[in-house]
């Protein structure tokens, strides 16, 4: 009889009598069934010399064909922009702001609980009338089939995900392009947010949801997405993120969370920051992955309000 190993050699996951005869070469459920489909070889094995018995996979050479969404579509265009997509299913921008979203999502999340948001969201986007609104949400898609296949090796959606995106903007792509009113933009948003924060606020993301809990729980009066009062609209609209309002004041400190790396993201954080600094606003600013220290993000924010108090506001010890 076979020696079994108790974990894969590829991954290292524990083996499973899955796939049935193919138990006996100690691998996972994941990539027993990648060596039925052909997607791996077994190049050589171990023998015990001993007493001739199967001993171990020593190596493996893994043949498996490029992630969905690096799969190059026959027209080499995007699914979800129609933009050139010589590498995959998505364009550069698309792929970035898909890896965005992905890394926004909290990794210990069931895959029941993935799947759900999948549905949920699928069915949000077919009430949304932005179209631009409408394409982000199918990379937040593309990055929930993504997720719960590599969490949890599950292709449930990765399966269907090209096709319910071609259905999706087949469907709401618009047949004479109008530019959209900042009402529409304003009622697809609130379509978006299905983050519910601790003090009841409607945030984009789950790091926005980190942050404003953190406020919550320092007890930090705060505002969620306010314009800027002092830069005139007539320049141009900023709004911030957090507003945080100074007693006897008509002013207050302002917070930033830039989230993304895509490039017109990038290119408003830049517009932003200027803004700030040209009118000499109060600003603290947190990156893209400062939300997972949170013990840190806590303290540090603490700190920064307080010294801003003081130096805009001559407010000593604005926070206790």
């Not at 052909?38 to 190596?59: F, M, P, R, T």
């Not at 792509?173 to 606020?201: C, V």
């Not at 942050?211 to 009062?229: F, M, N, Q, T, W």
């Amino acid at each position: 009889m076979s020696k079994e190993i108790s974990t894969c050699p590829i991954c290292g996951a524990p083996t499973s009598s899955y796939m049935g005869h193919y138990r006996k070469d100690g691998l996972c459920k994941k990539h027993a069934a990648d060596l039925k489909n052909g997607l791996i070889e077994i190049v050589a094995v171990g023998v015990d010399e001993a007493d001739n018995k199967y001993h171990s996979v020593q190596k493996k050479n893994i043949t498996e064909g490029p992630s969905i969404e690096r799969q190059r579509q026959e027209d080499g265009k995007c699914i979800v922009c129609g933009s050139d997509a010589p590498n995959g299913s998505l364009c550069k921008d698309c792929y970035y702001e898909m890896l965005d979203y992905k890394d926004s999502f909290d990794k210990n999340d069931k895959l029941f609980e993935l799947k759900d948001y999948y549905f949920n969201l699928r069915s949000n986007i077919y009430r949304m009338k932005n179209f631009d609104y409408i394409q982000s949400n199918c990379n937040k898609l593309m990055a929930l089939a993504v997720l719960s296949k590599d969490l949890y090796g599950d292709e449930s959606l990765t399966d269907r995900i090209v096709s319910d995106i071609k259905e999706i903007i087949e469907k709401k792509k618009p047949r004479e392009k109008q530019e959209s009113t900042e009402y529409s933009k304003t009622q697809d948003s609130r379509r978006e947010e299905l983050h519910r924060t601790a003090d009841g606020h409607y945030v984009k993301s789950y790091p926005e949801s980190v942050i404003d809990d953190i406020l919550y729980e320092l007890r930090i009066i705060h505002c969620y997405e306010r314009k800027v009062s002092q830069i005139s609209s007539d320049e141009q609209t900023v709004t911030a993120d957090w507003f945080i309002p100074v007693e006897n004041s008509r002013s207050g400190i302002y917070i930033e969370y830039w989230g993304m790396n895509t490039k017109e993201y990038l290119q408003n954080k830049e517009r932003k920051r200027k803004a700030y600094k040209a009118h000499n606003i109060p600003l603290i600013e947190i990156e893209k992955d400062d939300y997972k220290d949170k013990r840190g993000l806590e303290d540090r924010l603490l700190s920064e309000i307080n010294a801003l108090a003081k130096k805009y506001f001559g407010r000593v010890d604005f926070l206790k």
